[in-house]
């Protein structure tokens, strides 16, 4: 069983910067891959980025502006958004899934583990 918090999330101005941190519970953390998906008002939930032992993957929505990394001494994963864009408003959730392969990590179902979501708004 793996627990999962998110936080850091909040309100800054297009153009703007966020970090974001996402805390495990569980010795196996580092076994798992990470990923981030987002959920604006309206819309499908959708793959933000994903990062394994040994790859990363971007949605290309966020290529050049987000940064997702891990720490598994800390068992937490991190995602910086720089270049924040109004259209980058909603609500950020990490994930936990034992897949290596990018081609499932861009899926829900590619995840076995959720938190519970942090708010992120970009004003314009």
């Known amino acids: 069983q793996v627990r999962l918090v998110e936080s850091g999330g909040g309100l800054v101005q297009a153009g703007g910067s966020l970090r974001l941190s996402c805390a495990a519970s569980?010795?196996?953390?580092?076994?798992?891959?990470m990923g981030w998906f987002r959920q604006a008002p309206g819309k499908e939930r959708e793959f933000v980025t994903a990062?394994?032992?040994?790859?990363?993957y971007y949605a290309d929505s966020v290529k050049g502006r987000f940064t997702i990394s891990r720490d598994n001494a800390k068992n937490t994963v991190y995602l910086q958004m720089n270049s924040l864009k109004p259209e980058d408003t909603a609500v950020y959730y990490c994930a936990a899934g034992p897949s290596t392969l990018g081609n499932v990590l861009r899926e829900l179902s590619g995840y076995d583990y959720w938190g519970q979501g942090t708010q992120v708004t970009v004003s314009s």
């Open positions: 569980g010795r196996t953390f580092s076994s798992y891959a």
């Open positions: 990062i394994t032992w040994r790859n990363i």
